[in-house]
């Protein structure tokens, strides 16, 4: 049971610090830069942050109740250029991501073996789980080089900056031995 109660935490953490990574990152931005695509296969920031905010609000939405691709969700929309702004699009981040965490916060440790559905295939909710959590990082990944590329200068590095490994790691190892999730530390630098 405890096993299961630290799992819960520890995703709760790494979701919570990737959407501000994700956050930090668009924050560099000028509102037009959210729509830029260099060319018809690349999504622009603005069509990452529907697809994200659809995926999570199908997924999360009843996530143990009904299946995580729900009738209501347009997919293909998702990545269609749409008048919006800056603003409408943090609405839809924050909707999104309020519903996962939300549902994550509801969750309790014997619900982690239950079985949810994904387009009619079985997961465990820890599977479940598991596959967003390597899902969102990875466009929020995008997101973070995109944007690096699009500001083009006095970048507020997210993350070890350019030739700062060594002074990072000697700061690391001149401290105790501790357990923690890595996070911890990481989202006290980025707010």
Same mark, same amino acid.
């Given at each position: 049971?405890?096993?299961?109660?630290?799992?819960?935490?520890? +995703?709760?953490?790494?979701?919570?610090?990737?959407?501000?990574?994700? /956050?930090?990152?668009? /924050?560099?931005? /000028?509102?037009?830069?959210?729509?830029?695509?260099?060319?018809?296969?690349?999504?622009?920031?603005?069509?990452? +942050?529907?697809?994200?905010?659809?995926?999570?609000?199908?997924?999360?939405? #009843?996530?143990?109740?009904?299946?995580?691709?729900?009738?209501?969700?347009?997919?293909?929309?998702?990545?269609?250029?749409? +008048?919006?702004?800056?603003?409408?699009? !943090?609405?839809?981040? #924050?909707?999104?991501?309020?519903?996962?965490?939300?549902?994550? =916060?509801?969750? !309790?440790?014997?619900?982690?073996?239950?079985?949810?559905?994904?387009?009619?295939?079985?997961?465990?909710?820890?599977?479940?789980?598991?596959?967003?959590?390597?899902?969102?990082?990875?466009? +929020?990944?995008?997101?973070?080089?995109?944007?690096?590329?699009?500001?083009?200068?006095?970048?507020?590095?997210?993350s070890i900056?350019?030739?700062?490994? =060594?002074?990072?790691?000697?700061?690391?190892?001149?401290?105790?031995?501790t357990i923690? =999730?890595?996070?911890?530390?990481?989202?006290?630098?980025?707010?």
């Amino acid at each position: 049971m405890e096993i299961n109660s630290n799992y819960l935490e520890s +995703v709760k953490k790494q979701f919570l610090y990737y959407k501000t990574i994700g /956050e930090k990152a668009m /924050e560099q931005l /000028e509102p037009e830069q959210f729509f830029v695509s260099l060319n018809d296969d690349t999504n622009s920031i603005a069509m990452i +942050v529907k697809h994200l905010s659809g995926n999570m609000l199908s997924r999360w939405t #009843d996530f143990l109740t009904t299946d995580g691709e729900k009738a209501w969700r347009n997919r293909d929309e998702e990545f269609e250029e749409s +008048v919006m702004t800056k603003e409408e699009l !943090q609405a839809a981040w #924050d909707k999104g991501w309020n519903c996962l965490l939300d549902t994550l =916060n509801s969750l !309790q440790p014997e619900q982690l073996s239950e079985i949810i559905y994904i387009r009619n295939e079985g997961h465990t909710v820890t599977e479940a789980i598991n596959r967003q959590l390597a899902h969102y990082p990875y466009h +929020v990944g995008q997101i973070v080089f995109y944007a690096k590329m699009l500001k083009k200068g006095n970048w507020d590095s997210l993350s070890i900056p350019k030739n700062k490994s =060594n002074a990072y790691n000697a700061e690391k190892f001149s401290k105790e031995k501790t357990i923690r =999730n890595f996070t911890d530390e990481e989202l006290k630098k980025l707010q």
